[in-house]
Every structure is written in structure tokens, then in C-alpha cells.
């Protein structure tokens, strides 16, 4: 059976909402990455060294990442010589195929740590403009429509604006903000909200932090004391540290995965404004350069636009017309 049916057969079950949300927001990268490659088949007829380079480029300039992308590389001119592939048009499959493989670690959960007695806290960090507190308001309205009581905790204290814009979301998702003054200490806001959590039988508390203080230390300190304050009330929380990353920031997100990796207990990560960028690669450099899951992507503006993230969905919504012709060529 080929890659492509298998693929098709994997997300049948799922509900065409979600292929059509992914097949939608990645359309730039397609329209940029699948539009540069069919460029490049009809440029070169035959697989050679100068095709790979090419490809080579055209992959780094989609922030797929220099690592990523060498060893990719060196895969395909494998397959190329086990399959011997001479037409370009041929490889293309072999292409996706190959990415797909990047994307699914074995045994790795890309689903949200809930806890099924007692409350489930789930941090999230990431630098200012990324956003972060519309993934919060996004995620809350997620968790209500699976019938959950939810809370978001105001912890973003440093930032103007930060604790207006929660409570904007709050109003419109129809749940509790917990907040204290601009300039309060975030572990006493933190300590607030899981008090205030508890009294209500909340079954998901959702807690902002600050993006930016004076400096990373500052921040990565701050972040360690709201944490503390978190584990001390809820033994075994955060249940989840979310990273929020914007994906038009490229490989400047990459750089921010690694200082936040290394410095809090990353569970998971968020990719924000897929939808807006022509270079979704950076999905595959995250995957495959850091220890950490992509847990949901954002493919749009709507309130029900953030998705878990879904490796054969990722692929299907880039490679679909690719694999399409692929497909009518082996029954032809």
C-alpha cells in the first residue's frame, strides 16, 4: 500500500473540521514550499547532486533547520539508491514520506497531562507578543466545550495591558480571572487563584506569566517561584509547562525553545500563527532538534482555530495535491 493511502486510511476517522483546519492554515507554507518544489521537479528532470543541493536550500529557506535538514538529506539520497529513483517527479512522495517519519516519535504524547481526580494546573510561559494569553483564552474555551470547569490565573502582572486582555477572554469564553493589581508579585497571584480554584471545584486552572522582566534570569527566577508556589498547594503541579511559540518568528523561536528548555520544565509546546507563515517548517526543527512534543498548533483567528497537533494531518494539509498525483500515477 502506498504512503499516501495509508496516510488517508489514518485520518478517515477524523472529522473533516480538523483535516480542512490543517489543510487551510498551512496554505501559505504549501503554497511557498510544495509551489518552490514542483518548481524544482520540473527544473531538473534526473535525481543528481545538484538537484539535492537545491532542495537542501529550499529546505532551510522553509526553517525546517540546518540539522534537520542534512539529515533529511542524507535519507533521501538512501531511499533514492535502495528505490533507485532517477525521475525527480518520483521523489516527491518519498519526500513527504520522510517528513512524516520526522514528525511521529514513537511513544511520545502529544496530549494534555489532565488529571482524572482533583485539579489539573497548566503553566504557560513564552516571551511577550508570541500570544500567549489568546492561546489561554483559546485553550479555556477548548476545555468548556469538553463540559470542564475552568479558571485562568492573571500572572502576566509586569506587562500593561496583560491582566485587561485575560479578563477580555474570560468574559468571552464565560469563565472566573483570578488577578491582583499591575506590579503585584506573580506567586501571590498564583497563590489566589489555586485557593480560589479549590473553593470552586475547578477542574483545569489556566496561569499566565510574565514574558519579559529586566532580564532572563530575572524571568527564569520568577517563573521558578510561581512554580514553587504552585507544587507547594497542588502537590505534583504544574501538570503542564506550556511553551508558547509564534511560528512567523522562525528560527527565532527555536533559539527561545532552547533558553525556556533549559531553564523550566517544558512539557509541551504551542505553535502560534501557523496560519500565518510561509515557512511551517520550523514545526519539523522543533520536532526533530529539541526533546519536546508540539502539543497544539494555531491555524487561525477563531476561537476553535488552536488544534492538537497531529503529525498525519500536518503532512496531508502540505503534501495533499502532491500525494494526490503521486497517487493517480500508481493506478495509472
Known sequence: ??????L???IVNQTNDVTEKFKSGLGKTRESFVGKMNELVYKY????????EELEELLISADVGVTTVLELIDELKDEVRLRNIKDTKDIQPVISEKLAELLS???ESVSLNMQTDGMTVILFVGVNGVGKTTTIGKMAHMLKEEGKKVMLAAGDTFRAGAIEQLEVWGERVGVDVIKQQAGSDPAAVMYDAVQAAKSRNVDVL?????????NKVNLMK???KVKRVIEREVPGAPHE????LD????????SQAKTFGQTTDVSGIVLTKLDGTAKGGIVLAIRHELDIPVKFVGLGEKMDDLQPFDSEQFVYGLFKDVLEAAEEQEQG
Do not use: H, P
Open 8 to 10: 488517508k486510511e489514518k
Open 45 to 52: 528532470r534526473k535525481v543528481d547532486e545538484d538537484f539535492f
Open 247 to 254: 511560528a512567523t518568528t522562525g528560527q527565532n523561536a527555536m
Open 222 to 224: 520568577e517563573l521558578e
Open 241 to 244: 509547562v506550556l511553551l508558547v
Open 206 to 214: 489556566l496561569c499566565d506569566t510574565a514574558g519579559r522582566l529586566q
Open 105 to 107: 516519535k514513537d511513544g
Open 1 to 6: 500500500m502506498s504512503f499516501f493511502k495509508k
